[in-house]
């Protein structure tokens, strides 16, 4: 392979730390093969492949020189992700060879959750002296920590430990890797409050601790009272020591505090980053103000009745499933990005103040006062991004003072509202959320300026949908549905241009298509009599590809459109007379249609004398693209 050392691709030898000396030599002396290159360069090539995904091990099989790069070059080998996927045997495999030869050379290694630890490749991990980072998804007790004493280096380690870990391994664990910077602590249901402190007061060097009580608990064992109780007592006994500033993660699960015991540890935990509290039967509100929090998750809280917080940092909110007697949310957040409330049908208030919110998730809101949301929208005019579910309005208006800045629009599969209107000129994106069904929506009217994609899947019981914009690149409806959709009338208006318009298994009592441009118009399986398409085609003219595969009820229709390309009407069996007045059309598909007779400006046609038509006789399907691709029908 030549390398070209003049051009302006050519590889810069001063960003590897060479010498203006070095420079002078190398480019005195022409390189006439990738196996002439300076080790330096092999170094900053290979750094762009990753070890396991693309197969570095296998590199040194190439030649003595790259063996001998990747042997020595240990910026090659600091980190390594362990996600192994459909090929699991091929991935471990190369895990085995990279901890084997070149595991001296690894600082951070990091397993995928829920995947399996082999004990021939942990038997290999003791062995990695050098490491600093350890994440392991197996259960921590004292044989583990034994085989793991020789790894001194380490300063950052995940835990994860059950009823195995006790307070005597957290000893230990203080005592082999003393250079300790960062800990979590996960599901440790057997270690004490006395234990845990200990544990930290026996590292020196520790900043960052990541506590989570109780996770994964299993309520039917008899040990898990305890662990219950002495979760409380963990974080009730920390937040009276220096440590208690050092939590950057809290997880409470199956922890009995009550409102103000949390009030009081939230204040302690200075540099509390996440939160997360769910299933803990004692709390029957959440007031907390906090200058550090980033993130909270509340679910499982049935016994609270309000969630009031005030975060200056705080930038994600998610109280999910479960508060079931949760009436009034207040949120205070400059820099909150992204809410996703659950109402579990009992909220009522719900009050945001936020400078750049862009999501907003909200389902199971039956009782929620529209005046509420309202006022929340308007207060946060920064949403391009909504989610919605249920709400207690039969008839939702969404208009541009409301959302001023709306560019997506997502009905969640408990949204109930039977009308929706949308007035957006900022509007881009309006769907449904896949795999679901909307079995309430009757009428949906959008307006907006430039719309980029309208996608409404799973609404058996629209009935009216009418979409005003200037321009709209795609719209399709029903896709992926084997139930026919009765729409009374289906009205399409944009002022520019459509770009592409489908509708599957649609029986249309009206359909008006109104644009000086169309390219792509497909109605696939769609009941539509002959006069409802005649009207529909002369409003719109100025179709490209016209797509009426299998709409098996047209008998008779005229089509004059000039700039018309190509027209299908595959599988069309009840058609007996076309006639096209179409001076551009390349190509034709009539195949599937025994009775047609094709007219050219009222003049019938020999059919077996024209060129680019799809016969009668033949079973030639096209797709739906532009222009579109042809694939043999079985």
């Known amino acids: 392979m030549a390398v070209n050392t003049r051009g302006k691709k050519a590889l810069s030898l001063s960003d590897s730390g060479m010498s203006s000396m070095d420079e002078s030599i190398y480019y ?29 091990p296998r590199l040194a099989l190439v030649c003595k020189k790259w063996h001998h790069v990747l042997q020595y070059s240990g910026s090659l080998w600091r980190v390594l992700n362990v996600s192994p996927g459909p090929n699991a045997h091929i991935h471990y495999s190369l895990i085995t060879t990279i901890l084997k030869l070149y595991g001296h050379h690894l600082y951070k290694l990091v397993w995928r959750e829920n995947s399996p630890v082999y004990e021939n490749i942990f038997a290999l991990v003791k062995h990695l002296t050098s490491l600093k980072l350890l994440r392991l998804p197996i259960l921590w007790n004292s044989v583990v920590v034994d085989s793991l004493q020789n790894l001194g280096n380490l300063e950052a ?15 230990n664990i203080a005592r082999y890797f003393p250079k300790l910077k960062e800990v979590s602590l996960n599901a440790c249901w057997c270690i004490t409050s006395s234990g845990f402190v200990t544990f930290c007061r026996a590292l020196e060097n520790l900043k960052n601790v990541t506590l989570k009580i109780n996770s994964g608990l299993p309520l039917e064992d008899a040990r898990s009272e305890e662990s219950m109780r002495e979760g409380a007592r963990i974080v009730l006994a920390i937040r009276y020591t220096v440590f208690a500033s050092m939590v950057g993660v809290l997880c409470l699960h199956f922890v009995p505090v009550e409102m103000d015991e949390l009030w009081d540890i939230v204040n302690k935990m200075t540099n509390l980053k996440k939160l997360s509290i769910s299933n803990c039967e004692h709390l029957h509100g959440i007031r907390l103000v906090s200058n550090s929090l980033q993130k909270l998750c509340l679910f499982n809280l049935w016994n609270v009745l309000f969630v009031s917080i005030d975060g200056t940092d705080l930038r994600s909110v998610t109280i999910d499933a479960g508060l079931e007697s949760m009436e009034h949310v207040e949120i205070y957040a400059p820099k909150l990005r992204r809410a996703v409330v659950n109402g579990s049908n009992i909220l009522r208030t719900l009050g945001i103040r936020s400078k750049k919110l862009s999501l907003l998730d909200l389902c199971n809101c039956e009782e929620l006062e529209m005046s509420s949301l309202r006022d929340m929208l308007k207060s946060n005019p920064s949403i391009v991004c909504i989610k919605l579910g249920s709400l207690s309005q039969d008839s939702l208006l969404l208009d541009e003072l409301i959302i001023p800045n709306l560019q997506e629009l997502c009905l969640l599969g408990d949204f109930a509202c039977e009308a929706l209107h949308v007035r957006s000129p900022t509007l881009r994106l309006f769907h449904t959320e896949s795999e679901t069904d909307i079995i309430t929506l009757n009428h949906v009217y959008i307006t907006a300026n430039h719309l980029c994609k309208v996608a409404l899947v799973g609404m058996p019981a629209l009935k009216t949908m009418t979409i005003q914009c200037v321009s709209v690149d795609s719209i399709e409806l029903n896709l992926c549905s084997d139930d026919q959709l009765l729409l009374d009338s289906c009205v399409i208006q944009a002022l520019g241009s459509i770009g592409f318009l489908r509708l599957f298994d649609c029986k249309l009592n009206l359909l008006s298509v109104s644009t000086p441009l169309a390219r792509t118009v497909v109605l696939y399986r769609c009941h539509v009599s002959d006069y409802v398409l005649q009207m529909a085609l002369n409003g719109c003219p100025n179709i490209s590809n016209l797509n009426l595969e299998k709409c098996r009820n047209i008998k008779q229709i005229s089509i004059e459109a000039p700039p018309l390309k190509f027209l299908n009407m595959f599988d069309c069996r009840d058609i007996h007379k076309l006639d096209l007045d179409c001076p551009e059309l390349i190509a034709l598909n009539i195949g599937q249609c025994p009775n047609v007779r094709l007219y050219i400006r009222g003049i019938e046609q020999e059919l077996s004398s024209m060129t680019g038509v799809v016969l009668p006789s033949e079973s030639v399907r096209w797709s739906h693209d532009f222009p579109p691709q042809v694939y043999m029908c079985s």
Do not use: C, K
């Open 28 to 56: 005195t002396t022409p390189l006439r093969h990738i196996l002439d290159l300076p080790d330096e360069l092999l170094v900053r090539i290979f750094g762009y492949f990753q070890p396991v995904e693309d197969q570095l």
């Open 157 to 171: 380690v995940h835990i994860n430990g059950g009823y195995s870990l006790m307070d005597t391994d957290l000893e």
